[in-house]
Every structure is written in structure tokens, then in C-alpha cells.
């Protein structure tokens, strides 16, 4: 599982360069089943999580090398449309190959995701998006079998704005014959870069980024492209969340500030001063700190589930009363009982987390139980006293890259130990 040990106490400073984001490279690892030809991916972020979608290629028939962040995958030798089990219980979000297959091959077959450690996380509106495009979908001992002679036209009312549903759909949708509305769709940037990135292979999607996405069925695909992944938003966020909590002066470059207007609205409600430019903001301490009397997660632009655990960290240190409520993920609280080891207090009312603000912290032995909580322990391990020991090392290393070496170049004192 591997864990981070970090000696607290030490003020962030510098500059630190965000990564390209995992919840766009993921989405567009599985598009490149589509064109049969060559995609060269460059900015990827090699995570955990990318290494499994890297495997689901392979085991599809992809030939796929890498060298530093860059990714080139031959999709044109596919042999199989079935995504294999082992793979799919390793990462959720390889539901998306389902779409992406079906338009390829108009066959696919995946095992059902499950739950996670956010909680229950179904794929009815995936499922039921794609029965209205005219795919027939057989359930078969946890085996979802999704086959049709010809994806039709619709019109796709999303009961919530999913992100992953609504990348199936558009995945699903790239040969139909006509053309396929999703409305209520996710406007999440990442859904941007991957409409951005099939656009340039030959897709005719408008409207990503907005409430109703359109796509026009085309014939074909171009046989090769080269793309750039965008910037990590989280990664970026995460970093502001942890020079906040040491009242360092820190500028995270290679972000663009308004994928994190919410966020940043927050630190400066706080009292953090905010710097922006065209590609990077910068935080530093200001005169007085404030806790945030109420601060609920919903899709984007509005504020992150992402950064949930990690703001709730730093909210933790602030003196007062703050009120978070999760609206997206209803298990988003594991980190609550590991930050009150720490000496956190907060305490659970449902959704609602009510965080009454403490001076110091003490380092314990803590665990990590999913990505994003995990970030947030790391987070309170700079403020506190003495050695904190994050386990489950794992779960973040599945979306941050080089967390150890980018938070030791800012001053921070933090090992990564892999067992
Ligand atoms: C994506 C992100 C994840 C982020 C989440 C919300 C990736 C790889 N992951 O996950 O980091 O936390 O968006 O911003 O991009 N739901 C249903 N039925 C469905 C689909 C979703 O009930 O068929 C529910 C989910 O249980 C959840 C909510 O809708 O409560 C949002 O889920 P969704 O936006 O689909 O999240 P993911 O795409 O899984």
C-alpha cells in the first residue's frame, strides 16, 4: 500500500508546475480505441490510474508505448470488446471504454463497476442513455453485454449532471447516423478537453462546456493525432489547499485560475491573498483568517467534491465554526475520523460536516481510504506537530504525480515509502 511520512511544521514557498489532469487523460486514453490508428498523447500524468487504463488498451489488443509523459497508442489491431474484469474493479471510471467501444465496434462488454469508497456509485443513467440510442443492453452475472446493429439518434435528458455519463454518451455517439442531443449534461473543463481532442480527430461535437451537448455522427475518423492534455484543476487546488494550511507563498503554475474560481473564491473569503495571471496563481497569508459559515460541493463551476476533504482540512485550522455539505459522493467522510486523530474536531450530521476550528494538531499514524481523502491527511500532516504517517499511499498516488518530490521542492519535509 505504501505510505508518506511527513514532519510537519514547515511553511510551504516557491513554485511548483501542475501536472496534466487525470480525469481528462483517462476519458481520452479510452477514446483512442475510436480512430484505429495512431494517438500520440502528450502531458500525461503517470499515475496509478493511467497505468490501468494503459493496461485495458494492451489487453484490448492496443499496442501502446510510453516514455515520460508521453503516450502513443496503435489501436488499429483491437481483438476483444470486452474490458477485462481484474482491470475494471482496479478503476471505476473504465465504464467509459463501454461507449467508446460501441461506437467502434457496436459490441461491448464490461463487468458492473460497483461501489467504491465514496459509497454506492451507479451507472443507471450510462445504461439508460444508451438503451435510448437504441443499444441493447443484457445483464449476465455482474457482466453488462451492450450490443446494437446501429446506434440511433436521441435525445438524452440526463437526470444529473454525470460526468462520466455524459463522456459515454458523447463516446457512443461519434459514427450515429444523425445526430445525438445530451441536455443537463456535466460542463466539467475535462469534458472540454475530451470533446477538444475527438473534434481534432475527425468528430463533430458542439457544445461541450455548456448545458447541451450535440453531436453529429461522422463517417470516419483521422488515422492519427497528437494532443496535450490539460492541466490537473485538483492537483492545482490540492497545492493552494496545502500552502494555505502552512501560511506559505506559493505559485502554482500551469493552471488557469478560473478552473478554480470556486475554490479560490473560498481562500479569499478565508482571508488568503490570491494572485492570478493568464497560467498560474499564486496565495500568501493575509492579515486575518475567517471560517466559511457555509460551503456546499456541486458540479462544476461550483465547488469541487475533488477538493471537498482537502478545504475541510485546512478549515479545520481556522478559528470558528465552518459548515461543509457533500452533495455528490454520500460516503465523501472517511478523512473526518482520521483528521480528529490528528486533533481535528469535526463532527458528521449526514451530508453536513460541521468543523469547529482547533490551533494546533498532533502527527499520528493515519489511513488514507480513498484519492482525495488521502490529500487531505497529507494537508493536515504539514500543519501538525511532529511526524504524521499517511497509509494507503496507493489511493493518492492514483492521481497525484510526484507528490513527495513537487511538496519537497516547496520546503516541505515528506517521504514516500513504498513497501
Ligand atoms: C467524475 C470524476 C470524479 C469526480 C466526479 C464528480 C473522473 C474519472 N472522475 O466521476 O473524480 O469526483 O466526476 O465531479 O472524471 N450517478 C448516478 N448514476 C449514474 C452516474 C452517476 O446515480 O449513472 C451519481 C453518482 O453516484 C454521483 C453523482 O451522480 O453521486 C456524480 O457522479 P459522476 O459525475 O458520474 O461521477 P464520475 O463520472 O464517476
Not at 486514453?29 to 475510436?34: C, D, F, G, H, R
Request: proline share 3%; glycine share 8%.
Amino acid at each position: 500500500m505504501g505510505k508518506y511520512i511527513i514532519e510537519g511544521k514547515n511553511k510551504l514557498s516557491g513554485e511548483v508546475f501542475t501536472s496534466g489532469a487525470k480525469n481528462a487523460v483517462l476519458p481520452i486514453l479510452a477514446s483512442t480505441v475510436l480512430n484505429g490508428g495512431i494517438c500520440v498523447l502528450k502531458n500525461v500524468p503517470m499515475l496509478l490510474d493511467t497505468f490501468v487504463a494503459i493496461d485495458i488498451l494492451k489487453d484490448l489488443g492496443c499496442k501502446v508505448d510510453y516514455s515520460e509523459n508521453t503516450v502513443v497508442i496503435n489501436s488499429k489491431d483491437i481483438n476483444k470488446t470486452q474490458v477485462k474484469e481484474d482491470l475494471v474493479k482496479k478503476m471505476r471510471s473504465s465504464i467509459i471504454f463501454l461507449g467508446a467501444l460501441l461506437s467502434r465496434f457496436k459490441e461491448a462488454s464490461i463487468s458492473y463497476p460497483g461501489g467504491c469508497n465514496l459509497g454506492k456509485r451507479p451507472i443507471d443513467f450510462h445504461l439508460d442513455a444508451f438503451k435510448n440510442m437504441g443499444i441493447n443492453i443484457e445483464e449476465d452475472n455482474n457482466l453488462i453485454k451492450a450490443k446494437t446493429d446501429n446506434i440511433k439518434e436521441a435525445v438524452i435528458n440526463l437526470p444529473f449532471k454525470s460526468v462520466g455519463a455524459t463522456q459515454n454518451v458523447i463516446l457512443a455517439s461519434i459514427f450515429v447516423k444523425g445526430r445525438v442531443v445530451i441536455k443537463n449534461c456535466a460542463k466539467e473543463p475535462e469534458i472540454i478537453d475530451m470533446a477538444n481532442f475527438l473534434n481534432k480527430l475527425g468528430a463533430n461535437i458542439k457544445g461541450a462546456g455548456t448545458d447541451v451537448i450535440t453531436i453529429t455522427g461522422v463517417d470516419k475518423l483521422k488515422d492519427f493525432i497528437e494532443y496535450e492534455i490539460m492541466p490537473d484543476r485538483i492537483e492545482a487546488g490540492t497545492f493552494l489547499c496545502m500552502a494555505a494550511i502552512t501560511d506559505g507563498n506559493v505559485k502554482v503554475k500551469n493552471i488557469p485560475p478560473i478552473y478554480l474560481k470556486a475554490l479560490t473564491d473560498v481562500l479569499q473569503k478565508i482571508g488568503y491573498i490570491i494572485e492570478e495571471d493568464k497560467n498560474s496563481i499564486a496565495i500568501k497569508q493575509g492579515n486575518n483568517k475567517n471560517p466559511i459559515d457555509f460551503l456546499e460541493t456541486k458540479p462544476y463551476p461550483y465547488f469541487p467534491t475533488d477538493l471537498q476533504p482537502q478545504i475541510m482540512s485546512l478549515l479545520a485550522t481556522i478559528k470558528g465554526t465552518s459548515i461543509i455539505k457533500e452533495n455528490i459522493f454520500e460516503a465523501r467522510d472517511k478523512h473526518i475520523k482520521e483528521l480528529n486523530k490528528l486533533g481535528c474536531n469535526i463532527l458528521t450530521d449526514k451530508d453536513m460536516f460541521i468543523i469547529n476550528g482547533v490551533k494546533s494538531l498532533k502527527g499520528d499514524t493515519v489511513f488514507s481510504k480513498d484519492l482525495r481523502g488521502g490529500a487531505c491527511l497529507i494537508c493536515a500532516g504539514l500543519f501538525a506537530e511532529g511526524k504524521t504517517i499517511v497509509e494507503g499511499a496507493c489511493y493518492i498516488n492514483r492521481g497525484y504525480e510526484n507528490l513527495d518530490k513537487k511538496l519537497s521542492i516547496l520546503g516541505a519535509n515528506i517521504k514516500y515509502i513504498k513497501d
